[in-house]
């Protein structure tokens, strides 16, 4: 729960900060908030791929699980967050939303509660 509340927090900074500067450069809104996106995409992107690595994890997906069918779902997703959150300015949806997806994400790639649950996948001793 906490993840999905501290990233929304981050992530909308990242989305807003390069969107404002954009726009006080005389930037259009569509095209601010085209390239705030992209530092967002980029941004998280990087953060995801560094935190959920199983590489640096410990493996809790299925050994050959593709990693791609979930890029698509999660992109459009981050987008329709982004645009209600550029419209409306409503965070409690956008964290609420953040945290349930997060709490289906973690219960369907068996992510280990504790480091020491080995059952979920976690590292044992």
Do not use: C, K
């Amino acid at each position: 729960m906490g993840n999905g509340v501290l990233e929304t927090f981050v992530f909308l900074s990242v989305f807003d900060a390069p969107r404002a500067a954009l726009q006080a450069l005389g930037v259009g809104q569509a095209a601010s908030w085209g390239g705030a996106f992209a530092v967002y995409a980029a941004f998280a992107g990087w953060v995801h791929a560094a935190m959920w690595d199983r590489r640096v994890f410990p493996p809790h997906m299925r050994r050959g699980e593709p990693l791609a069918p979930f890029l698509v779902p999660l992109t459009l997703l981050s987008a329709a967050w982004l645009a209600l959150w550029s419209a409306f300015g409503d965070l409690a949806w956008v964290v609420v939303s953040h945290v349930a997806v997060d709490g289906v994400a973690a219960s369907r790639i068996r992510f280990p509660l504790f480091p020491w649950d080995a059952r979920r996948g976690g590292r044992s001793g």
